[in-house]
């Protein structure tokens, strides 16, 4: 038997809904002998009469019943799935995986994903964490579709990286420390250090930071989370360098955050495939994520400020 065609189940529907071959003719934008046509031929593929056709209005043979159920069933599915389609296309939904940075995944990713989850309900995002070094090759493979990861990013010849946040990057003490108005070099080298793993951007940001100054210092401990470093610093296990993006980093006091000289700041950057044009569901993820970059680093500044002007022990 041939397959059932959807335009005929419609047509056997619908004459069903509003009893006679005119109307329905008239509602579906056909003719009538069209109509005809379609029921003719499901009687004769189901070889079984559907209707029965008196004067006043068309009624469903037991057969007919049967089929009405079973049609009405697969002529919702079919509108769904192309109502489905249509969301995928236009970015309404779908799915995107997104890859972030351990150094964006305590304040920053939670943030990104709040809003993709209130301006994007229906496209679901799916996130993976793994250092910036292995993004990029994840990108560039197509395993991931956007990422946010610590620039500068090594260049590869498939994958863009646009700027996306700039963080200011600050020393972060125990609370019971004296400290200077500004922490420097010299002044960090001489005491308890935690810092992150080497194959880490903010590492080599650190350890730039202080081979300026002809020092070298060595942590007691490397650590690849800075939220575990910052319950350190505030055991008064010893000091960091880290980004800060929220004043809950102090951890209610707990740690002083005091600014570089030389200042430090670190940018991440927002990954994707080149050559490749953004369309549907990922558009969208894409147009969302660099609009929360910007004003949140403006606001994230002004925040900084606030926090460091309480006066520090000299």
Known sequence: MRALSLDQLQSFVTVLELGSFSATARALH?????????????????DTPLLVRSKQRVHATPAGLVLAEHARRLL???????????????????????????????????????????????????????RSSVLMDRVALGDVDLALLAMPAREHPNVQVRPWRVTPVMAMLP???????????????????????????????????????????????????????????????????????????????????????PALRRVIGVASRRGTVPAGALQRVLEAVLAFGQPEAARGRRRTRAATSAAPID
């Open 175 to 261: 609370a019971a420390w004296a400290a200077p108005r500004a922490v420097t070099p010299r002044w960090l080298a001489g005491r308890p250090l935690i810092l992150n793993e080497p194959d880490t951007q903010i590492r080599r940001q650190v350890m730039d930071w202080f081979a300026a100054d002809g020092l070298l210092p060595r942590g007691r401990i490397e650590l690849a989370f800075n939220e575990v470093t910052r319950r350190l610093v505030a055991a008064g296990y010893g000091a960091a360098i880290l980004p800060y993006e929220h004043p809950s980093e102090a951890l209610d006091g707990r740690i002083r955050v005091l600014p570089l000289r």
């Open 76 to 130: 919702r599915d079919a509108a769904e799935a192309a109502l489905q389609v249509q969301r995928h296309r236009t970015g309404i939904s779908g799915r995107v995986r997104l890859g972030s940075s351990t150094g964006a995944m305590v304040h920053l990713l939670p943030q990104v994903l709040e809003t993709l989850d209130a301006t994007l309900p229906d496209v679901d995002v799916h996130v993976s964490i793994e």
């Open 30 to 46: 056909l003719a009538q002998p069209t109509i005809s046509l379609h029921i003719a031929e499901l009687e004769s593929r189901l």
